[in-house]
Every structure is written in C-alpha cells, then in structure tokens.
C-alpha cells in the first residue's frame, strides 16, 4: 500500500515537507480507518439489537393472539428481555456518541478494540461449537433476513467458512472477506495468490458455469475452496483435493482450472442428470515437498475439515440429495482416504484416487462407500503410484509435476506388488478399486495428466460423477 506524501502527491516531492505531509495523511488515513471501524462495530450492534427486540415482540405477540388469559409470566419475560436489550443497545450508542464528541472514536486501538468486543458478542450467538454442519443449517435458516444480511457483510469471517450455510450465503461472505484480506495482507506472494482469486472470480461472473468461493482464508499456507457451479443445486457434486506442493495461488491457477475441466466433462457427460458442481478444496496445509510429503500427518490434521465440508453439501443441498464424489489427487487422495476412514466416514457416494501413494487402507472397503464405489487410475510411468527407490530430489519433483519420468529398465507395473508409500497401492488387485484408464501424457510427467481436457482419466471420472449409486 502506498501512503503519506507518495499517495498524496507522487514520487517527485522529495524532503522535510514531504516527509511532513506524508505524516499528516497517513494519520488521516488511520483516524478514517478507525473511524470506518467504528461504524461497522455500532452497524453490526444494532442489527444484533434489532433481531432481539424483534424475537421479544414476536414472543408477545403469539402470548396475545393465542386466546384465554395471557400468561403473564412469559409475558414479563418477554419484556424484561426487551428491556435489557433497549439499556444495553442505548448504553453503547450513548458511549460511541462520547467518543465522538472527545475524539477517541478516531482511535485506531481503541477502534479495533470495540470492533472485536462486537465480534466477539455476534460470535456467541453462533452455534455452539462441535454442531454438526445440519444443526448450523437449521439455525441460519431460524435467522431473520436481515440478521443474515448484516452477518454475511459485516462478519464474513464468522460465516465464510461455516458448513451448512448455504453456498451462496458463504460465497458473498468470503468476497468480501477476500478484498478485506487484500488490504490487509503486506506478504507479497499471499497478496499476489489471493488478487489471482479475486480475477478468477471476476472473469467467471456473468459466465457459465458461476463460480462461488466456498472458504477463503489466513490460516497455515493459506485456505480456499472455489465451486464451478453452485453445489445447493446440483444433481452432480465433485470435490478435489490436490496434493503435495500445491500453493494457494492454484487454486486461481491450474487446480481451478483442473476442476472446471471436472466440471465441464460431467457437464456433457451422456449420463448427466441435472446441473453440476466442481469444487476445488484447499482446506489444509499440502506438504511443500520432502520430507513433510513422505509422512501423512497433514493428511491426518486436514480430513475432519474435509469430511466436515462434505457433510455440509449434503446438509445444504436444495432438493433432492445430490450425488457426491470424492476426488483426491497425489497427497490429496492420502486426505481424503483418511477422512474416508474416520468415524462415520464421508459424505460422499464415490471415492475417485488419482495418481494416488495409498490411503493408509490395506483395502477398498475400509473407506466406507458402497462395494463397488471406490475407483484408482494410475498412469502406467507414475512413480507416485509405486513405492520404488527414487531420489528424493526428484521424487519431489514428480509429485509436483515438474520432472520427466524415472529411466526404469524396466516397466514400474511389472512386480506387481501391492504395497504403496501409504498402504496398499490403490490400483493393486489386492486393494479392490475398479479401475479407470489413464496415459503418461505428452511431456514426461504422468503424474500431472490425469485431469487434462480429453484424457481418458477425466472422461471416466465425469462418467462417475453422473452415474448415481445403485
């Protein structure tokens, strides 16, 4: 961000008054923040005072309609809550008014203090925590339109990543979260990563399919979820989890570009029965290479959110339940193999494992889906899909899609061995996982090919994506 006498007047005003200006304007500056902050903190407390006063009237109101002898016990109740309400909205008006009057409403500190005691305030209103994703759908659903409003404006960060709101209610949080997290972030990478997402959703809007931003965050390397078409209202909902040295600038990148192919194929696929939704989901920390990627505790420290986010799409679906599909790339199908085999597994009706190490499973039927509905490609040089004696360096490198193909005297399919980096590897028989056709590629890397526009891996995807259970 450029400030002072720069933003005011350029670069060619050099010296002791330029210095001084700029002094003067970045102070200006941070009483207009402060004063910007403010507004929203006494904006987001009305609205919450609003809904409060409206849930009394409307006790009352049902006490008087309801015919006989209105009970006056909850009638006083009803009251008293109002009460307390009204001295406690009237209390905060009147100390904002103070501020004003002796300047220290333009405070940045003490701005940023009362904005988070609001914020803390709205956020005990939230449901409690450990909801499962179709308690939190019930109560958004309880919230009155304009409490909705105020939340998903002024609190993006309390809603943007909550599953089971609905789609669209989180895509608006998380845009405005998004231009939030840009003026605020001073990291020139995360800033040029989170800009490359705001540009992906520019150019999707008004095009087809639409694009939603499903999370958006700071946390660890950075998190986003983006959806080609909106998942509440799609017959055909594919997750994909990329895997090792993913950043967050991929999922404006070649990750979201992965997943519209997704898209786009189940789109057109003979089998499609309605709408569908492709959704890239970044919602843990991808080891950046070796030796974090030869261990699966991000795999581990990642699936409950990725179960959670499933369970939150089955939760907020608009119609008929939607058909799901798991999709795990490299390392992501490590995570999502994990979530597969927690306690009361995923929501999803289809495993798809791409290029895949292993699942730390011994066998298909450990991940939870219905016989049948697990599926494994593994193009026929991955060394990923094998677990062979490869440099390290280069290993790495293949993970990421950056190196050719291990020189191998010999075929990698030909031991037929059944044991991968993590468990059984998910293309030997002994796994159980049908099969889906997969090539090297053009250029060397078999890893990186599997979602490539007219592959023979991403057409058998799409026919798994639109082919319901049964």
Known sequence: MVTGARAATGDDWQGQAALRAGLVVDADRLRLIAAGEQMQAMAVLLAQCAEELREAGEVVGAVLDGGGSPDDAVLRAAMARAAEVDGRCSAALLSSAAQARDGSALDLPAAATQLAAVTALVAAELPPRGSTPAEVRDWWEHLGADERRMLTTDMPQLIGSLDGVPCADRDRANR?????????????????????????????????????????????????????????????????????????????????????????????????????????????????????????????????????????????????????????????????????????????????LLGSPGTGAARAEQLGVEPGHVWAAAAPDDPVTERLPAPPQLLAALLAGHAPALALPVHLHAAGHAQGWFGTRPVAPAFGARPLPAEDGPDGTPHSHYLDPGSPTLAALAAVVTTPPG
């Open 176 to 352: 405005s979260l998004l231009d939030r997290l840009i003026d605020s972030e001073g990291d020139v990478d995360r800033l040029a990563a989170l800009t490359a997402i705001r540009d992906r959703l520019r150019r999707q809007q008004g095009a087809f399919p639409p694009a939603l931003l499903l999370a958006i965050g700071a946390e660890g390397q950075g998190r986003a979820v983006l959806a080609f078409g909106d998942p509440d209202h799609a017959a055909d909902v594919s997750v994909y989890v990329p895997g090792m040295g993913t950043t967050l600038a991929d999922v404006a990148g070649k990750d979201g570009v992965r997943a519209l192919a997704i898209h786009d194929a189940a789109a057109s696929a003979s089998g499609a029965r309605g709408p569908a939704a492709s959704v890239v989901w970044l919602g843990y920390d991808p080891p950046p290479g070796l030796p974090g990627g030869a261990s699966a505790a991000r795999a581990v420290a990642g699936a409950a959110s990725y179960g959670r986010f499933l369970a939150g799409l089955r939760a907020t679906a608009g119609g008929a339940s939607p058909h799901i599909t798991a999709v795990g790339h490299s390392y992501g199908s490590l995570l999502v193999g994990k979530a597969a085999q927690r306690p009361g597994g995923i929501a999803a009706d289809d495993i798809v």
